[in-house]
């Protein structure tokens, strides 16, 4: 299976999740069976809050699921939409995430937890919505 990370920068498994889906500066795709990571860059990093459209640079068919820190209503559902399933990442690495992951141990991003516009809380583990 693969999944998408935002990242803001590539190190690979090594990289920290990002803290907000549609501004990341880059995703980093991984494949859970072989832990191989590609580098993708966001094209549309510049957007008003509830319009980003990363997907269409990366399109749906590099990947099956995405796992996020935090994440808007409008691109989650967008998302769900697709048939992609987002997952909530726990702070840390891209590798520690996958390790989650592959263990069943990464709970499914809901409505409720999406963030409420910039510079807000609003999502899973206390942070913020900043970009």
Known sequence: MKICFPVASDAGLESPVYNHFGSAPLFVVV?????????????????????CSPLKALGTDRFDGIVVTGIGGGALNGLHRMGLKVFQAYEGTIGENVDRFVQGALSEFLPQHTCGGHGQKGHGHGGSCCH
């Open 31 to 51: 494949d859970t069976e072989t832990r191989t990571a590609e580098a993708l860059q966001n094209n549309d990093q510049q957007h008003q809050h509830g319009a």
